[in-house]
């Protein structure tokens, strides 16, 4: 049954109701009429019916993702037969755009965190790779656990980041640095050259008469290598960085300068020497200086 012959009836019905309102036809002959019409409507449906289960049949053909990401290795080969209701699917796919980062933060710097992200304020993340040289990406804080971890004494944080470039893989291990605040003109100096003692951190520092002297320090954040002091140190102040567990205060030491290798890092005003303990005193103390 088509359209147009359905129409056609449709129009023979509405002169079979001119005639019989002219009283020139009987009127068994226009309820027919009628009801072949609404038989054809009814027929005209159902393969309106079968058209659109054929298509949906159709769209069984074609699988689509239903999401954007990356995928990886296929699980099936070309002649396995699968079904609706395997476990493991045809392929896995892994959404890296954006892409999530977990990361951990020691419980004594969670109140600073949330202070920061209660105010509504973007806490930008910056990813870096295991030797935390190479930058990766830029994101955001996404969001704070409920809990902190007691057998390690850290908080989990969540970021985001849009790894527009796909330089971010899942399960990509990664150093976060999260921006928390600005430190302006203040001395850093290495981490190898904090000593621990009764007097809390401490470093040796070269006097002018090549003689070290116990330095007590208030350290700030740490970067990589790189301790930020807020107390005892000035800059171009040289500190030991390698054998001092040996040293004693007042020991003297030779100075032996090397050629300075600066890092792509943060830069520092400290000097690049080599210490090394002077031949009157007990030998083989080795120390270095950044």
């Given at each position: 049954m088509t359209r147009s012959s359905n129409t056609d009836k449709t129009h023979r019905l509405n002169a079979a109701f001119n005639l019989l309102a002219q009283d020139s036809i009987a009127a068994q002959q226009t309820v027919t009429q009628e009801s072949l019409i609404n038989q054809n409507k009814g027929t005209l449906e159902i393969d309106h019916g079968l058209v659109a289960s054929a298509k949906l049949q159709l769209t069984y053909t074609r699988i689509t993702a239903p999401i954007s990401g990356r995928l990886g290795l296929r699980l099936v080969d070309q002649g396995n037969i699968v079904h609706a209701a395997d476990t493991d699917g045809l392929v896995v796919i892994t959404q890296i755009q954006p892409i999530a980062v977990v990361f951990t933060l020691p419980e004594d710097r969670l109140q600073e965190v949330m202070k920061k992200f209660h105010s509504g304020k973007v806490m930008a993340l910056e990813a870096f790779d295991r030797r935390g040289q190479n930058k990766l990406a830029?994101?955001?804080?996404?969001?704070?656990?409920?809990?902190i971890d007691t057998t390690t004494g850290t908080i989990k944080l969540k970021g985001q980041f849009a790894n527009e470039d796909g330089a971010l893989f899942s399960n990509q291990f990664v150093n976060i640095r999260m921006n928390m605040d600005t430190l302006r003109s203040v001395t850093i100096m290495p981490t190898a050259a904090i000593q621990r003692g009764t007097m809390g951190a401490f470093v040796y520092v070269v006097k002018a008469d090549?003689?070290?002297s116990v330095r007590p320090?208030?350290?700030g954040p740490i970067e990589g290598d790189k301790v930020a002091v807020l107390e005892g140190l000035q800059p171009d102040e040289q500190v030991v960085v390698d054998g001092a567990d040996k040293l004693r205060e007042g020991m003297k030491v030779k100075l032996i300068t090397r050629d300075p290798k600066p890092s792509s890092g943060v830069k520092s005003s400290l000097p690049v020497n080599e210490i090394r303990q002077d031949k009157d005193q007990k030998s083989g103390n080795q120390g270095k200086l950044p």
């Open positions: 830029q994101g955001q804080l996404l969001a704070v656990d409920n809990q090549q003689t070290v320090l208030t350290l």
